[in-house]
């Protein structure tokens, strides 16, 4: 089955950029998907097809895919970017099937 | 777009339940629909798609114990859950997207708790 590998945490100032990683095999060839949750909250979607924002979701989040990383870029990182984050693929390798990273604690120092 | 998902709750192992979700603003049968689980203190994990004609699609770990359905008339999604266990438990969500793959929309989430 497809692994996708997230960093457990991430730490960042106000106003700095955070980076959050999504590694799989040959994941530039797929088309990922993130998500942040609040505690206590649902999911939303952010960043969907590698570099589109999702609907209301400021320009400051943005998305890349190549190679075996994908990475969620936050410019100007506010407080209330604080979350959990979550990469997702759609496996067509063998059958068709979600999955998602285990995703990564965005903390604002 | 709003989910609204219901029908979680206390159930003993070896126990069945069928969660709902009711859709509004979209149609559920020409939507992507999905259901995705997170255990507590968990990250997420997917469960069950329908699309196109009916397709399903299941992961390993719910397969032949689930069944993911949709009823066009009242516009709900289902999840039919047998044979539950311990390690079911979590908050269940129910996602809409118009592309096969992408969770566009959730609704807030319904607990289930598997326990004697």
């Known amino acids: 089955s497809y692994v996708l590998t997230q960093p457990p945490s991430v730490s960042v100032a106000p106003g700095k950029t955070a980076r959050i990683t999504c590694g799989g095999n040959n994941i530039g060839s797929k088309s990922v998907h993130w998500y942040q949750q609040k505690p206590g909250q649902a999911p939303i979607l952010v960043v969907y097809?590698?570099?589109d924002r999702a609907p209301g979701i400021p320009e400051r989040f943005s998305g890349s895919n190549s190679d075996n990383t994908a990475t969620l870029t936050i410019s100007r990182v506010e407080a209330g970017d604080e979350a959990d984050y979550y990469c997702q693929v759609w496996d067509t390798t063998i059958d068709h099937v979600g999955v998602f990273g285990p995703g990564t604690k965005v903390t604002v120092l | 777009v709003m989910l609204v998902e219901s029908g979680g709750g206390l159930v003993q192992p070896g126990g069945s339940v069928r969660l709902s979700c009711v859709g509004s603003g979209f149609t559920v049968n020409t939507n992507y629909m999905t259901w995705v689980r997170q255990a507590p203190g968990k990250g997420l994990e997917w469960v069950s798609t329908i699309y196109d004609a009916d397709i399903t699609k299941y992961a390993d770990s719910v397969k032949g114990r689930f069944t993911i359905s949709r009823h066009s008339s009242n516009n709900t999604l289902f999840l039919q859950m047998n044979n539950l266990r311990p390690d079911d438990t979590a908050v269940y969500y129910c996602t809409r997207g118009m592309y096969i793959g992408r969770f566009q929309n959730w609704g807030q989430g319904t607990l289930l708790t598997v326990s004697s």
């Open positions: 097809d590698d570099s």
